[in-house]
T-cell receptor
């Protein structure tokens, strides 16, 4: 299989601060990584698509200046929630795939709570 | 707009019985479908996938059926076990350039001991 990790698994921060979440593909190189957000009892909503070495493509309604995505290597993508507010509290999940038309494998998720 | 949805939000099945989870999709151009299992507080776990050139695919205790005529997808789990209790999502490949996945609303499967 393919293993994707996320760090941290859980984070609590104060309103107005920034939080960085890491997504790593542990046993494969991921040309593309995806970031999703999931609110309680809801489905996954895609936030952005990130290709290694290029700018992320954001979904409609997702603020690119608020959710900064960096995909600097084939095994690491980061999501930074800038100036976090309580409404940003959610479960953030990344996924990664080896290449074109390959299956997406998901990380374990990061639960963010903004106080 | 295009969407992927599930017929039933919850499903309870006696341990040892078979379960069937259904999914309807609306984008007739989609050619790749995946079932994921998500346990509480965890990320989705890949179960099985199917491409549109097939109508059935089997894995270990799971079978996915695809009916392109009525745009319907189902996941069959045989001899259910307590560990099968989770939320199951179908996902559809909805953008062939970026190959983004569109997720259905999810079905919570509860296995009754």
């Amino acid at each position: 299989g393919a293993v994707v990790s996320q760090h941290p698994s859980r984070v609590i921060c104060k309103s107005g601060t920034s939080v960085k979440i890491e997504c790593r593909s542990l046993d494969f190189q991921a040309t593309t990584m995806f970031w999703y957000r999931q609110f309680p009892k809801q489905s996954l909503m895609l936030m952005a698509t990130s290709n290694e070495g290029s700018k992320a493509t954001y979904e409609q309604g997702v603020e690119k200046d608020k959710f900064l995505i960096n995909h600097a290597s084939l095994t690491l993508s980061t999501l930074t929630v800038t100036s976090a507010h309580p409404e940003d509290s959610s479960f953030y999940i990344c996924s990664a795939r080896r290449g074109h038309r390959e299956t997406q494998y998901f990380g374990p998720g990061t639960r963010l709570l903004v106080l | 707009g295009e969407s992927v949805g599930l017929h039933l939000p919850t499903l309870s099945v006696q341990e040892g019985d078979n379960s069937i989870i259904n999914c309807a999709y609306s984008n007739s151009a989609s050619d790749y479908f995946i079932w994921y299992k998500q346990e509480s507080g965890k990320g989705p776990q890949f179960i099985i996938d199917i491409r549109s050139n097939m109508d059935k695919r089997q894995g270990q205790r799971v079978t996915v059926l695809l009916n392109k005529t009525v745009k319907h997808l189902s996941l069959q789990i045989a001899a259910t076990q307590p560990g099968d209790s989770a939320v199951y999502f179908c996902a559809e490949n909805s953008d062939f350039g970026n190959e983004k996945l569109t997720f259905g609303t999810g079905t919570r499967l509860t296995i009754i001991p």
